[in-house]
């Protein structure tokens, strides 16, 4: 059946076809009055609102996530801010302070001034203190406004908000292009960074919502319902949906993201950024200029044709400045429940850190090797993005042929990305491979779609099977204060590893182990117990909401009979 020939049901067609619903009941249940969990399916907490989502806004959807691609919140901005407090630091080895710049002696110690007065401080060490606040605020953020995004009509004006701040910081870029204005630098890095993770995530929480309106997802459900399919064909419908709205759109993100680095070379070319230092440093800040109206032309399209899908209303007594950290609160409490949850939210802490370490550490080769040239980064950047969209896209295409599970595609770009620090082991003993040389990191970028690109697609679609449904954004606020919050492990231990050991390809080792470990671990976890314990999780929740509210409205009924 086409698309437009489906025409979906009532919201209430089918409540008298659904299995025990757990949240709709009341605290007496119908059973001989026990609670028979057994029968909560997770299907049932979700009841279609409104039409299915349209064409034109999936590719709306779409549209926003190439606009959204990062190349200028993090890393031309990143770069930027380290070439700038790189010119500005100097030898402390040498008085008076700051006569001697680090290029003189790059063997010397490198340092700033931080603290007041003369008190100087390693500028590595003021990266990662940035990179720091960045991450302790992004968790802030996500505490607060995930499980708040799921109730009411807000979640909308989160996305745009956080956008539209965004933009703003990144234009400030502009202004930022001398030695002396790093602390500007620094300042906007982190508010860049902070909002644009913070509009990605929450725009990228909206997919298990928008995969479930899909018309395909809603038939697949009006079919389970009405005895057509089994339960497992439904789920394998709404997981392949899923696998679908994530995958196409993570292509067009790299899309995007090629896009950008091909304007942003245009941008190099024109100004002639190989010619001076300061010709560089421009360079860096219309690069994140031009990747910033490239994504304002591309979100203007969701904003308008966005559909609401409102989540259910705050509990009664609770009011929005505090029910972020309360629910958050309470979720942690009852986190245990949802064991194949809780368990990938681990597995996912150690990979996310070991992928990450993994690409930071050949970045740090890669920007050796090309000695911070911007024109050759982005060439290595164009390359990465267009792996990246044929990686992903091949990857989607593959599972639907062979009908593999998203569980199975994780695990194989989870292995792809172990042989990647497996490679850089290497090079701990010869300079013949292990990312010593140019034509390496040629391949680095150009396989990089097939495992860390396409790993990231599928580490977002796995948790959506391990969701409860409804709580999208609480849960993947959660994911990424777990991939950010892990993120400032890995670089610190490396940094250690490599001061002891005074070579660089020795934290390879370690960052392996990080991503093998949950590479065996999430082979125990399972979609099927995940399912029955979200359903059960969501009846509790319910249930604990009634007596919440029931109490207070008792309590208000004496107060006023008093």
């Known amino acids: 059946m086409a698309d437009k020939d489906y025409e979906h049901e009532g919201e209430q067609d089918h409540i008298s076809k659904l299995a025990f619903r757990a949240v709709a009941t009341s605290d007496t249940a119908p059973f001989g009055g026990e609670t028979r969990t057994d029968e909560v399916r997770d299907l049932d907490q979700y009841v279609a609102k409104g039409p299915p989502a349209t064409k034109k806004e999936v590719a709306s959807y779409y549209a926003y996530y190439a606009g959204n691609n990062g190349i200028g919140s993090f890393q031309y901005s990143s770069l930027l801010f380290q070439n700038l407090i790189y010119q500005a630091g100097?030898?402390?080895?040498?008085?008076?302070?700051?006569?001697?710049?680090?290029?003189?002696?790059?063997?010397?110690?490198?340092?700033?001034?931080w603290g007041g007065g003369n008190k100087t401080k390693a500028y590595t060490s003021v990266i990662l203190i940035a990179t720091g606040l960045t991450?302790?605020?992004?968790?802030?953020?996500?505490?607060?406004?995930?499980?708040?995004?799921?109730?009411?009509?807000?979640n909308?004006?989160?996305?745009?908000?956080?956008?539209v701040l965004c933009w703003a910081f990144e234009f400030g870029f502009l202004g930022v292009t001398t030695a002396n204005k790093w602390r500007a630098a620094m300042a906007l890095y982190i508010l860049s960074s902070v909002t644009f993770w913070a509009s990605y995530v929450f725009f990228n929480a909206i997919f298990p919502k928008l995969a479930h309106d899909l018309p395909e997802a809603r038939r697949a459900r009006e079919e389970f319902l009405n005895g057509s399919i089994k339960e497992e064909e439904f789920e394998r419908r709404c997981s392949m949906a899923r696998s679908k709205i994530m995958n196409v759109s993570?292509?067009?993100?790299?899309?995007?993201?090629?896009?950008?680095?091909?304007?942003?070379?245009?941008?190099?070319?024109?100004?002639?950024?190989?010619?001076s230092t300061a010709l560089n440093n421009w360079g860096y800040s219309v690069s994140v200029a031009v990747c910033t109206g490239f994504w304002i032309v591309l979100a203007i399209p969701w904003f308008l044709w966005e559909k609401r899908r409102p989540g259910p209303t705050l509990p009664a007594g609770d009011n929005y400045l505090t029910f972020g950290f309360r629910h958050t609160w309470w979720t942690a409490k009852k986190a245990w429940t949802l064991k194949q949850t809780f368990f990938y939210l681990v597995a996912f802490f150690l990979l996310a850190d070991g992928i990450g370490t993994t690409i930071t550490l050949v970045a740090i080769s890669q920007t050796q090797v090309v000695e911070f040239s911007a024109t050759q980064n982005t060439y290595f950047i164009m390359v990465q993005g267009a792996s990246a969209a044929v990686g992903v896209f091949g990857a989607y295409y593959i599972q639907r042929l062979f009908n593999i599970r998203t569980k199975t595609m994780l695990q194989a770009t989870n292995f792809g990305s172990l042989l990647v620090a497996v490679w850089g082991m290497i090079g701990i003993w010869t300079t013949k491979v292990g990312y010593h040389n140019v034509w390496e990191f040629w391949l680095f970028n150009a396989q990089f779609g097939?495992?860390?690109?396409?790993?990231?697609?599928?580490?977002?679609?796995?948790?959506a099977e391990l969701v409860p449904r409804g709580r999208e954004y609480m849960f993947f606020s959660l994911l990424g204060i777990v991939s950010k919050g892990s993120a400032w492990i890995g670089p610190i231990v490396c940094s250690a590893i490599v001061d002891r050991n005074g070579n660089q390809w020795?934290?390879?080792?370690?960052?392996?182990?990080?991503?093998?470990?949950?590479?065996?671990?999430?082979?125990f976890i399972s979609e099927v117990k995940s399912r029955k314990e979200c359903a059960e999780y969501l009846a509790r929740e319910a249930a604990d909401l009634r007596k919440v509210s029931g109490a207070k409205a008792a309590e208000g009924e004496n107060d006023h009979l008093s």
């Not at 402390?92 to 340092?111: E, F, I, K, Q, R």
């Not at 909308?156 to 956008?163: E, N, Q, T």
């Not at 292509?251 to 993201?257: E, H, L, M, R, S």
């Open 250 to 275: 993570y292509f067009w993100n790299n899309v995007g993201f090629t896009i950008c680095g091909a304007l942003s070379l245009a941008a190099l070319v024109g100004i002639g950024a190989n010619d």
């Open 135 to 154: 991450f302790l605020t992004q968790a802030l953020v996500f505490i607060s406004i995930g499980s708040l995004a799921d109730y009411g009509n807000w």
């Open 506 to 523: 020795t934290a390879f080792p370690f960052v392996a182990a990080l991503i093998f470990v949950p590479w065996v671990g999430i082979f």
């Open 450 to 463: 097939f495992t860390m690109g396409a790993q990231f697609s599928y580490g977002q679609a796995f948790m």
């Open 90 to 113: 100097f030898n402390p080895n040498v008085l008076p302070l700051g006569s001697s710049t680090c290029d003189v002696d790059p063997t010397a110690p490198c340092h700033v001034f």
């Open 156 to 163: 909308p004006w989160v996305v745009r908000g956080f956008s």
